[in-house]
């Protein structure tokens, strides 16, 4: 081939060709956008979101007591409503979770969520969760230096919170370890609450007298949970049973019903002295949602160890029917 020829082939001759790949990349670009809008309409309302320390805050995920909530779907909710529960899964989308927090609580105590109401609360709770348990800013926290004489233990006294979340919520792999210096972002005195619904079988927790959770329980048959004010008193990880007629059954036996949390609760204000109530886990979670216990609040073990982490001897405790 001369030269010419070649040059009439790199000219001329291949622009057919040309035109020909040029139909097939926009028909193939066509279809990706396309398969693309197909997916973000098939595609659930709150993505996942990851927070900080890799939790996924943005998607529901179903723990032992509970079943994931579904968002609710057009008409089931004022227009309004809609459009702020979409800014705030969208807050909640990209990361921005004390805005999320912000948004949904202005929505879970609308009159008019309804249907939707499940599924909001069940987003505070992720979004609360995540801003709680991890090192990220959120009004109510402080920053703390660690100082000489300071230890895990000492430091939940002073600041009214458990020790437990402070160690979870600042990735302390070691809490006999920490070093002066090291710098903390603590819970200050938060101000939580617990309300037990007998007719409901549920139990609220409340932070500074705003939702914070809603669980799933256990309560007494025919009524037997005291009603009133009380605060958790005692609280034991890994609980020995000690059955009604004296006897002590350790922890893991299979007698043991306790689960595996305990926290007492003392007898407030005017009401009547109950001495062996309490909140405690079970192993058997077909229990939870009715009145299946001898009279006290039972949770999956997953939730009573969150409850456990999260609230401080002292926490003040309303039983109501």
């Not at 020790?163 to 710098?183: C, F, H, K, S, T």
């Not at 409340?206 to 005692?234: N, S």
Request: neutral net charge; glycine residues 10%; hydrophobic residues 40%.
């Amino acid at each position: 081939m001369m030269l010419k020829d070649l040059e009439g082939f790199r000219g001329s001759s291949r622009r057919p060709w040309l035109v020909i790949v040029g139909v097939v990349i926009l028909c193939t670009l066509a279809g990706i956008w396309g398969l693309r809008r197909l997916e973000d309409r098939a595609a659930p309302p709150v993505p996942v979101a990851t927070a900080a320390g890799g939790e996924a805050v943005g998607t529901p995920t179903p723990t032992d007591g509970a079943t994931i909530q579904q968002p609710p779907t057009a008409g089931e909710i004022p227009p309004d409503l809609a459009r702020l529960l979409a800014a705030a899964q969208a807050d909640e989308q990209a990361d921005r979770l004390v805005e999320a927090r912000t948004n949904y609580l202005a929505l879970v105590g609308r009159p008019d969520a309804g249907s939707a109401r499940s599924f909001i609360e069940s987003r505070l709770a992720a979004v609360n969760l995540a801003l709680v348990t991890s090192p990220r800013a959120m009004p109510g926290k402080i920053d703390y230096a660690i100082r000489a004489g300071d230890s895990v233990k000492v430091l939940a006294r002073r600041h009214g919170c458990t020790a437990e979340l402070i160690i979870r919520a600042n990735r302390i792999p070691n809490p006999d370890r920490i070093q002066i210096g090291d710098r903390l972002r603590i819970l200050d005195n938060p101000a939580f609450a617990i309300v037990v619904r007998k007719t409901a079988n549920d139990l609220l927790l409340t932070l500074d007298g705003a939702f914070f959770k809603r669980y799933t329980v256990g309560t007494g048959m025919y009524g037997r949970t005291p009603t009133g004010t009380f605060r958790v008193q005692d609280k034991i990880e890994n609980p020995p049973w000690w059955r009604p007629d004296g006897g002590v059954v350790p922890f893991g036996d299979p007698e043991n019903i306790l689960g595996t949390r305990w926290m007492s609760l003392a007898a407030t204000g005017e009401t009547p002295p109950a001495r062996g109530y309490g909140i405690h886990g079970t192993w058997d979670n077909t229990s939870l949602g009715k009145q299946s216990s001898a009279g006290c609040v039972r949770m999956a073990n997953s939730d009573v160890e969150e409850l456990f982490m999260l609230v401080p001897a002292g926490t003040p405790v309303t039983i109501a029917d």
